[in-house]
């Protein structure tokens, strides 16, 4: 294990590539330096799970971590459309969900990115 540049980790990192439940985290190396990045995984794992999974790949870059909360997510491809939207059972829905659209709006270039209430969530038919 090696002390890393928190430049190194990426913004966005989906375990599952086109729908499931997201974590936001924020990562801090042994300098104090802080950087909010998102994870992603399968829509039937438990957010819990996804940050337990997440903390493995952090321990590799000597980082610590900390979830600030999650939701679901929904890549369409052919739209070209991001969705997000509900929070998460264990860590609660992050204090701002604007962060969270512009790591989705940087890492996902030429897509919309939006974020649904419920009710826009079942007009959508995702309840997923």
Known sequence: MS???????PLL???SPNDGKFIVVILSDNKGAQKTVVCGGDKNDQHYNLFEKF??????????ATCIGG?????????????IWSESFHFGKEPD?????AIFRETCPGFKVSSLNF???YTKGLNL
Not at 55 to 64: M, P
Not at 71 to 83: M, Q
């Open 97 to 101: 969900r604007s962060v969270t659209l």
């Open 55 to 64: 903390k493995e790949i952090v321990h590799e870059y000597n980082f610590s």
């Open 71 to 83: 939701g679901k997510y929904l890549i369409v491809p052919d739209e070209r459309e991001v969705f």
């Open 119 to 121: 009710s826009e969530m």
């Open 3 to 9: 002390d890393r540049s928190l430049n190194e980790f």
């Open 13 to 15: 990192s989906l375990f």
